[in-house]
């Protein structure tokens, strides 16, 4: 078929390489024609395993290119989808609806009568509804559930489809596109505009209650001597519970969960709905970001003010270089502004995190972060961390003191190496705390 993506970020260019790796003509459409120019010389602005040898591969044979032309993408397309951002409004909680409306707006106004308009962005719930009375064009929802470093895996092999349609006919089409995935067995779930809407939104917000459930859980056992992580094993035996997003630690970030929640929070009250717990969901997350500060000012006898701390990741997550609210780096800012010597490695996300975060220090390596660190932080589960020796890390830093946010290190080993290890939600070695400060 002939598909056109409407925008070309994380979410659009993902959609429109892989539609061309199941078959499809595609062309990718942006407004902004730097972004466009790069695409086409096989260039994505972002980290993205996978996805830059795709975009290579399919405009080397024409399948996929793109334009900054809607008349062109209108006169081209049999169905269009729309991939732009939903961020959060800048004077309350709810998302920002104005790239949504305005991209669903320019290709309506050319696409090809019988054309189907599919959204893919996250919205509220209410949305589609909405448009399709207003456009006098057909429209569908058929949500997107990437994780950022599997987005192309996710695309191609999902664990699940689902359309909002509002007749045979676009479920049709939509079954059409997609031929090659449902062949391979990936169960389909066909829905009203509402549910299909509420699903992504549900989808993110049962993924952050999780994660703030096993962190409330660290909470307690720091209050009372428990180990969170045989919590957390025990819990996780229970397939009713799963072992899945139950690893504490300093929280999610991103630019996907943090304001999903808040969007969603927001909408349930427009509606008369409360989905109060979401807020108290938001607000754990942020005091585990507290709680790495608070151990650093800690082991470092109480205040860090010029402590030499070297903070293992940037990124919000590992296989990306996405730093929008990004644990790792508001834990970073915090502590240079409480007047600490702050030194930051990312296998990817330095470019980003610098351009954000000026002030901070930048290391091209971990050892170079390491080398003379009095704290380190590991607040990114990149797995080139976890092969970090600890005995050749004891040897380059002043202090081997080390705060593990991510609950992914063996603490076994780098105690053994010499090392204090501190981990969210798990007891103290007494012997082994730091008696004075720098």
């Not at 449902?182 to 829905?191: D, F, I, K, R, Y």
């Not at 989905?275 to 608070?294: C, P, Q, S």
């Amino acid at each position: 078929m002939r598909l056109t993506v409407i925008g070309t970020g994380y979410l659009g260019a993902t959609h429109a390489a892989c539609m061309a790796e199941l078959g499809h003509e595609v062309l990718g459409v942006d407004v902004d024609p730097d972004k466009i120019a790069a695409l086409r010389a096989g260039q994505v602005p972002f980290h993205e395993p996978g996805l830059p040898e795709l975009i290579r591969k399919h405009t080397a044979t024409g399948r996929l290119r793109f334009t900054t032309d809607h008349t062109e993408a209108g006169a081209f397309g049999e169905v269009h989808f729309v991939c732009v951002g939903t961020p959060q409004r800048k004077d309350s909680e709810g998302a920002d609806l104005t790239y949504v409306d305005a991209a669903f707006a320019a290709i309506a106004e050319h696409a090809a009568e019988g054309s189907l308009l599919v959204g893919k962005s996250t919205v509220p719930v209410g949305t589609a509804q909405r448009l399709a009375g207003t456009l006098g064009v057909e429209v569908a929802w058929n949500p997107e559930f990437l994780r950022e470093g599997f987005a192309v895996e996710d695309t191609l092999r999902p664990d699940r489809l689902v359309i909002g349609v509002r007749s045979a006919h676009a479920e049709t089409i939509l079954r059409k596109v997609y031929e090659p995935v449902l062949e391979a067995g990936t169960p389909l779930v066909t829905a009203d505009f509402p549910t299909a809407e509420l699903v992504k939104t549900a989808a993110n917000a049962f993924l952050a209650t999780k994660i703030s459930f096993i962190n409330a859980m660290a909470e307690l056992c720091e209050a009372t001597g428990g180990d969170v992580g045989v919590l957390a094993e025990a819990i996780g035996h229970d397939d009713r519970i799963g072992k899945k997003f139950l690893r504490a630690g300093v929280g999610f970030g991103g630019g996907c969960l943090p304001k999903d929640i808040r969007a969603f929070a927001h909408r349930a009250d427009e509606l008369g709905v409360s989905l109060a717990f979401l807020r108290e969901v938001d607000a754990i997350n942020m005091r585990r970001r507290d709680k790495v500060v608070e151990l650093a000012r800690e082991l470092c006898g109480g205040a860090v003010l010029g402590a030499r701390i070297a903070v293992l990741g940037a990124a919000f997550k590992p296989d990306s270089d996405d730093i929008r609210d990004s644990p790792a780096l508001n834990v970073a800012a915090r502590l240079r502004l409480d007047g600490a010597d702050v030194t930051v490695y990312d296998p990817e996300a330095l470019d980003n995190a610098r351009k954000a975060f000026p002030l901070l220090g930048y290391a091209l390596s971990a050892e170079e972060a390491l080398r003379g660190a009095d704290l380190v932080l590991h607040l990114t589960e990149w797995p080139q961390f976890r092969e970090i020796d600890p005995e050749r890390a004891a040897s380059l830093v002043a202090r081997p003191l080390i705060v593990d946010g991510r609950g992914a290190l063996d603490g076994d080993r780098w105690s053994a190496a010499g090392w204090h290890f501190r981990a969210l939600g798990r007891p103290a070695p007494v012997e082994e705390r730091p008696r004075q400060g720098l």
